[in-house]
């Protein structure tokens, strides 16, 4: 089943944010068999998947962590094996080049690269960094889908900055989702209780559901 793997070689731009959001609106979405792979050292992925269970929220979730130090063989990781157990397997990286991510990523149906829309984040060095994994993904793994999803969206000028980041993407060759994030920062305040956006009573959070909901399905829909 699909494998989605969150990768960037920058910190910052909300990798984990992504995969337990992403998680959630899986959750949201019906699938009853959702993996989480927390290739990150922080293992914030893992802690939050393990509150999510605790406090009666995460049935479907089920959590594994590994240290991005080491290859998924050395550390008796079969990826496609394991993700054939899962409607979704969403696979949470460091932000730094390591063998684990690597494995990881050449493992997925989805690579997914979180992009910050900003004016200090949409100079073009910004946007070829963000492709320059996609680019070697693409020579030597054409099968694999590599994407930008654009998040932090400021809601003042939203549909001119995401037209004018999608050229950018366009122009360098790369590819991007059509949905895009807002701001999911509001609701990781309490992602040690293991809660989400669906869970938030912020004003906010129904327009954040509202745009996980689209992202989830587009991922599963470009997955196929």
Known sequence: MPILTIAAEKGGCGKTLLTVNIAAAAQRAGLKKILIIDGDSREESYEWAMARKTAGLGKEIDIQKYSHEQSAEQQGLNISKEAANYDLTIIDTAATHSTFSNDAMISSDMVLTPFIVNEKDCRQKSIDRALKIHNVLNEHFPDI????????VSTLNQLQQIDRVKQQI?????SYLNSFLTDLNPFWKNWDLGMSCYESTLNSAKRAQNEADMLVMEILESCM
């Open 145 to 152: 889908k590599t994407k930008i999803l654009m998040t932090r």
């Open 170 to 174: 366009s122009a360098s060759n790369g």
